[in-house]
């Protein structure tokens, strides 16, 4: 079973444009999660959507934002880039509507200049 | 939203120390809480996970840890480390039937041979 193909692998963008990172889950799987990993600050939650619909959702602004397709394939996007946004960001899946384990991707990492 | 603390950042043992590496959440209600692991070069994988029953559980590479629900702690331990142990360790947390799945900051652990 394949696992969860994120791509870009990396990316640079320079401060002001926009960034749409894939992910596609695991087989079966209907939850994505994504994820924003810098050194220090671990992994902060950016959202987690479950058939099509965005279910939970953290702190970030409104530059961020995602979707699901039907196909349980997710993006995300980043808008108006900042020097801040520069990150690992990683996408998990997880096959339903309950907790249980995450499966992460190996993730895109993102440079703005 | 439920929030996670590691209060180790970095920690650096020799090879047969013993190892505890803390957690604490904070949410009121019931949780299920895991350990991942990331080794260099390498995707989040689980090493172990608590949903309920004995609170203490045994996971993968002779880890466990403890849920102690009146610390709203979860300590990963591990009595006798190795080389290969080092990595950067993540507690998470998840409300129950809830996809929203929140990571502690990391504590990196340096094993040394």
């Known amino acids: 079973k394949a696992g969860v193909t994120q791509t870009p692998r990396y990316l640079i963008k320079t401060r002001g444009q926009q960034v749409t990172l894939s992910c596609s889950p695991i087989?079966?799987?209907?939850?994505v999660s994504w994820y924003q990993q810098t050194p220090g600050q671990g992994l902060q939650f950016l959202f987690e959507y479950f058939s099509e619909t965005q279910r939970n959702k953290g702190n970030f602004p409104g530059r961020f934002s995602g979707r699901q397709f039907s196909n349980s394939r997710s993006e995300m996007n980043v808008s108006t880039l900042e020097l801040g946004d520069s990150a690992l960001y990683l996408c998990?899946?997880?096959?339903?509507?309950?907790?249980?384990?995450?499966?992460f991707g190996s993730g895109t990492q993102l440079s703005v200049l | 939203a439920q929030s996670v603390s590691q209060h180790n950042h970095h920690v650096i043992l020799s090879e047969a120390a013993s190892l505890e590496l803390g957690c604490n959440y904070s949410?009121?209600?019931?949780?299920?809480l895991f350990w991942y692991v990331q080794y260099p070069g390498q995707h989040l994988q689980l090493l172990l996970k608590?949903?309920?029953?004995?609170?203490l559980v045994k996971g993968i590479k002779g880890f466990e840890a403890e849920f102690i629900k009146s610390k709203f702690s979860f300590n990963l331990r591990k009595p006798s480390v190795q080389w290969s142990d080092t990595a950067e360790y993540f507690c998470a947390v998840n409300p129950y039937n809830n996809n929203d799945m929140r990571f502690g900051a990391g504590t990196r652990l340096t094993v040394k041979p």
């Open positions: 998990a899946s997880r096959m339903g509507p309950t907790n249980e384990k995450l499966f």
């Open positions: 087989s079966g799987h209907r939850s």
């Open positions: 949410y009121g209600g019931t949780v299920n």
């Open positions: 608590y949903f309920s029953g004995d609170p």
